[in-house]
Structure formats: C-alpha cells, structure tokens
C-alpha cells in the first residue's frame, strides 16, 4: 500500500508537469489490482484518462471510462458518462465561408507622425478595420495541452462540488444514563476538502475533552459516560459548527424521551428529529446508528430505517424532515439490585440460623 501510495503521487506530478507517458508508465500497473469502485481505483483511472487524453489515446481512456461505468457507485456511473461523452465528441470543423481575415493596410506609420496633419488625416481615415472577402483556411483545433488541463478540471471540478462525503453518527443508548456517541466523517474517493478540515479544527478547538481522532481520510470524534440532556446539548453544539464552517445547513436535532415503569421492567420511548429541509446536497450519506439493550420496535416503519438485532440502522434523506419514533423494553435496574441484595442477606440470615440450630461436630471441652 505504500509503494502504491508513493508511486500515485509520483504520477500525479509527472501528469501536472506534462509527462504523460512517464505517468501512464508509473500508474498503469496497479490498473489491475483496485476495482473500478474502491477509492484507489477510482483515482487511478481518472489519473490514467487524463493522461490518455494528453498523448491522444482516445482509445484507452473510452475503454477505462467503461470501467467506471460499472463502478457500484451511481455518482462514478454518472461522472464516467460524463467524460464518456467528452471524449466521444466528433471534431468538428468551421466552414470556409465563416473564417474573416484581418488585415493591417497601415504602412510606415513612423513617417505619418512626422506632420500633425498627417495624423489628423490617419484618424479620420482609418476608423474601421478591412476586411477581406478571402478565407484564411481552416480553423486549428486547440493545442494539446489545452484539452487535457479542460479535462482536468471538468474531473476536479465533479470531485469538488459534489463532495463525497458520509457522515456517520452512532448513539449507544443501553444505559440512559451513560450514552456514549460517537460521529465519524469520510471522504469516499479523495482526500479531504477544504471544508472539512476547517470543521475538524472547529471540533479539536471546542472538544477539548473528547477524544478525537483522524488520518487522512476519517475523522472521529467520541463522547462517553453522558447523560440523554448532556448528549442532546453535545449533538446540537456539533450541528452548531457544521453549520458554521461547512455548506452543510442543519438545524438542531430534538430528541423527546419517556419511560413506563412495570416493577422489573421499563419501557422506553424515543424521538428524534432531524431537519434536512435545507441540505439540499445528495451527494452527502448521513446516517444515524442507535443501540439500545434489548430489540427496538420502530412505531411507524419507513424505508429508509433498518433494523439489525438490537441496532437501528436509520439512512438520513436531504431536503426533507427526518423523524423516527421507536420504543424498547429494559430492566428497571433499581428495583432489580434491591431484589437481589434482599434475597442475599436472607439467604446469609437463613444458613446462619440452621446452623446455630443443627451445631457442630466438634468435640466440646469439659466443664
């Protein structure tokens, strides 16, 4: 994996310094080893299309773009499509008849400036430029330099603005009173943008406490031993600064909690609310994970909400308002440690007064 790593930027600065060959030479071997969907894959053929494109081999970077098009992602299908049709585009050529020669008539301007009548006699004259009634041939196509740096950007461009980005909340919801969360953000196929790294500077900046980690890709961010008050106020005040320091708009999340009691057992109720009405990026995956203790039954079931065991697997949809309601059932811990202490001293006092009772085989000493 480092050999690859070291070897993709080593392609990516021949392709920057025009050495086109070089780089399709450095990057082409690992064709083969990432599939068309993983991250590296994807980088690699963008890499090599571009530097087909430079040297005119049309050819391969049609048939890589095939390659994308089976990728499993549909935002690759739809980019690979894109440049598919960039690159399949005829040449087209400019008719005689359009082209318009400009001609300069003016001669031994030098010697006009040696009168100022003559100079006056220049600028009344030579208001207009001619034109000529005879073609100048045909138009030259752009250079090659000019097609690949167009290519490139349209490529960066797509990576840019869509984003790429998931977004992945966990709650741990087995003890009320001991939530534990914790909230992770990926870039799918490239590094990180510039968005992202001024949240995460914003989050190590107001999270002193927590414990907070990231690499190139992921970052992490976990809070843990927090009560359901204290993790509403910690998942609002993250909302806070996505808000702030990114495109993402988000308004703060509302999450309504209550609990029956049934001697040994309680039943809990949850809501949570999220408001996407005014995120409208679908290139951005948030997803939310909630753990409870037992397994949970979801009031009014929607497509997007899953259900694995004791997890609640709950896909966020952009542009629109997000709620689940859901309950599951719990010991009611307090009554159940009383219990247990109870039969423990009573089993203690109960061997204790049948043994006084039965006594021992002991020899008694004389009296």
Not at 151 to 169: A, E, H, M, P, R
Not at 185 to 210: A, D, H, M, T, V
Not at 286 to 301: A, G, T, Y
């Amino acid at each position: 994996m480092d050999e690859y790593i070291k070897d993709s930027r080593e392609a990516e600065f021949a392709l920057n310094n025009g050495e086109y060959y070089r780089c399709t030479e450095i990057i082409k071997p690992y064709i083969d080893v990432f599939s068309p969907s993983s991250k590296e894959g994807i980088n690699i053929r963008m890499i090599l299309i571009t530097a087909y494109s430079g040297i005119n081999k049309k050819d391969e970077a049609l048939k890589i773009c095939k390659q994308l098009a089976k990728s499993k992602s549909s935002l690759v299908r739809e980019n690979a499509k894109s440049l598919f049709e960039i690159l399949n585009a005829p040449d087209l050529k400019t008719p005689e008849n359009w082209n318009i020669k400009f001609e300069n008539d003016i001669k031994d301007i030098n010697k006009s400036y040696q009168s100022k009548p003559s100079l006056r006699k220049f600028n009344k004259e030579e208001q207009f430029i001619k034109i000529s009634e005879n073609p100048t041939g045909e138009t030259k196509p752009f250079k090659k330099g000019f097609a690949v740096l167009t290519i490139f950007l349209l490529i960066l461009l797509v990576f840019l603005l869509s984003g790429c980005v998931k977004i992945q909340n966990n709650i741990d919801l087995r003890d009320t009173n001991f939530i534990n969360i914790d909230l992770s953000i990926e870039s799918k196929y490239l590094g990180k943008i510039p968005w992202q790294i001024n949240f995460e500077k914003e989050i190590s900046k107001n999270f002193n406490n927590s414990k907070i980690n990231f690499d190139s890709d992921k970052f992490l961010i976990k809070e843990e031993g927090l009560s359901l008050i204290e993790s509403k106020n910690k998942l609002n005040k993250i909302i806070e600064i996505a808000s702030r320091t990114t495109p993402i708009k988000l308004k703060n999340i509302e999450i309504n909690h209550s609990e029956k009691n049934y001697f040994l057992l309680k039943k809990h109720f949850f809501s949570i609310i999220l408001n996407l009405i005014e995120l409208d990026n679908n290139d951005i995956d948030i997803s939310i994970n909630i753990i409870s203790p037992s397994k949970p039954k979801v009031l009014k079931q929607i497509k997007n909400i899953k259900i694995l065991g004791r997890e609640i697997n709950w896909e966020l949809i952009s542009g629109e308002l997000n709620q689940i309601e859901f309950t599951y059932w719990d010991w009611n811990k307090l009554i159940f440690s009383l219990i247990i202490t109870s039969f423990i001293v009573l089993s203690s006092y109960f061997l204790k007064v049948n043994r006084y009772e039965l006594g021992s085989d002991l020899p008694k000493l004389p009296t």
